[in-house]
């Protein structure tokens, strides 16, 4: 049994996730034991001990066809697609397969014409997107070609220097590609004609992503390039980010209004607390006005994204002395759902009386239940009543999120819960965990080996059980299961 852990920076790299190779031949042994095929686990601690996935943005102006382009690359409906520009709303990040390879896609389809016009909504729109991307989809409508708008953007894309696809879409047959050939003059290079709406040509243009993607972003994470840990503080407008920025900092270094929204560009700040410098990221709102609310929410959305995708811990500022809103509800789960270490910040704490903590606990039971595992700290940014406590939570956050548990240790624990704990009956035959490694952390990703189908509610009793026996707070686990084949079928 090798329950040794590789030290962090031994300059040890495998293609196998998290394990060492004496600790990976002995899996794989026990893996051919228990008849699973090799290839097949090799492919499912590649998949699980992956790093941050690439992230690929997708932009243009209004109206090209930019959320009809993510549900083709996606294959599925989860983009709101309208024939009117301007109607994504809320989520903008999604996860990609394309020739086995993965990556997260950022729809940047919504958009508001505010009173700085529209080339300046298209281009701070992309701006936001860029910042979070390791390559870009420029959609152009070929059938209208390029327009001044799109120009501005190319500008962008330029100062950027990110990797380019020039997409030109509402190419529907062979007589359109002579306009996609026009847009040869934006200087991004080849022009790809696609429909995104019938599909047409847009396997050769994800081609074109892969080989500007990364195999994995660089990994900027931690001590291992000698930088300052990120920290982004994220939460709906007027929670009180810029606010608990400054008095951490311990002076005014971002504007603070009453008025939701100040922030309009995001702000990185080196801020030292308890001896150590720590890169924190203040993620607040857009200017809001009446007219623009849904435009407004969709740019949070989208900064908000694209700062949890350059950091390490999301600290999720809520706001007491209100109700729970299914805003903040959706904010926790994009830092969920990117797989970040969370700190849960309740803010205004000494405005509260003890009614409405009263409401607020239950508010917290019920509607952020799925992150009970998270550090929680009771602050006012205002006075500056428990900030001692945020940089502990912090800490204990990403320890969560970096935490290793050995292949040997997870077995002997696995065995000892599918014994006391069986899966339950299901059509007269019982499934059975039959093993499992930990293939990758920050955070914590496990890759389990079954009889059978494992069913959700036994899944997440398994992660409650994880967390109980190896502590894991202040982090999401991910948890996938494999199954045996039957001995002697062929694989498809």
């Known amino acids: 049994m090798n329950d040794h852990i590789h030290p962090e920076g031994s300059g040890e790299e495998h293609d196998h996730g998290a394990l060492g190779d004496a600790e990976y031949a002995q899996f794989m042994e026990l893996a051919a034991e228990e008849g699973f095929d090799i290839a097949d686990v090799e492919g499912a601690i590649e998949e699980a001990g992956h790093g941050p996935l690439p992230v690929l943005a997708v932009v243009g102006r209004p109206n090209v066809g930019k959320s009809t382009l993510v549900n083709r690359i996606i294959g599925r409906r989860e983009a709101v697609v309208e024939d009117k520009p301007g109607v994504t709303r809320d989520r903008v990040t999604y996860e990609a397969e394309w020739a086995g390879r993965r990556f997260k896609v950022v729809d940047t389809g919504g958009w508001e014409q505010d009173v700085l016009g529209i080339d300046a909504s298209v281009a701070a729109q992309a701006e936001y997107a860029i910042e979070a991307a390791d390559a870009v989809v420029f959609v152009v409508d070929a059938k209208v070609g390029a327009t001044d708008t799109d120009e501005a953007v190319v500008r962008l894309l330029r100062k950027a220097g990110k990797p380019v696809v020039l997409c030109a879409n509402k190419v529907d047959g062979p007589s359109g590609e002579a306009d996609a050939s026009y847009l040869w003059s934006l200087g991004l290079g080849e022009p790809h004609p696609v429909s995104a709406l019938h599909g047409r040509g847009t396997g050769d243009m994800l081609d074109k992503v892969l080989e500007a993607l990364p195999e994995a972003p660089a990994q900027t994470f931690g001590t291992a390039v000698g930088g300052p840990r990120r920290i982004a503080l994220i939460g709906r407008p007027n929670v009180g980010k810029s606010s608990l920025l400054n008095k951490v900092a311990g002076e005014e270094r971002v504007v603070v209004n009453e008025l939701a929204g100040t922030t309009r560009d995001p702000v990185d700040e080196l801020i030292e607390l308890g001896g150590v410098t720590w890169k924190f990221v203040d993620t607040a709102g857009i200017r809001k006005r009446v007219h623009l609310q849904q435009g407004a929410d969709y ?84 006075t500056g009543r428990h900030m001692e406590k945020l940089v502990p939570a912090i800490e204990t956050a990403l320890a969560g999120w970096e935490t290793r548990v050995p292949t040997g240790r997870l077995n002997a624990f696995l065995g000892e819960l599918v014994a006391a704990h069986p899966h339950p009956v299901r059509g007269g035959k019982q499934p059975r965990i039959l093993f499992g490694t930990q293939a990758g952390t920050k955070p914590p990703r496990f890759v389990l080996f079954a009889s059978g189908f494992i069913e959700a509610g036994y899944r997440r009793f398994i992660e409650r059980r994880l967390r109980e026996e190896f502590g894991f707070e202040g982090t999401p686990i991910h948890i996938s299961v494999r199954v045996r084949e039957k001995r002697g079928a062929k694989k498809k």
């Open 299 to 382: 740019y949070a959305s989208l900064r908000t994204a694209a700062a949890v995708e350059k950091a390490e811990v999301a600290v999720v500022l809520i706001d007491a002395s209100e109700s729970i809103s299914v805003q903040d509800q959706r904010i926790v789960t994009m830092a969920v759902e990117a797989g970040r270490a969370i700190v849960v910040a309740y803010n205004k704490w000494d405005t509260l009386d003890e009614e409405r903590r009263y409401y607020l606990e239950r508010e917290i039971e019920t509607e952020l239940g799925q992150v009970a595992w998270a550090p929680r700290v009771n602050v006012s940014a205002q």
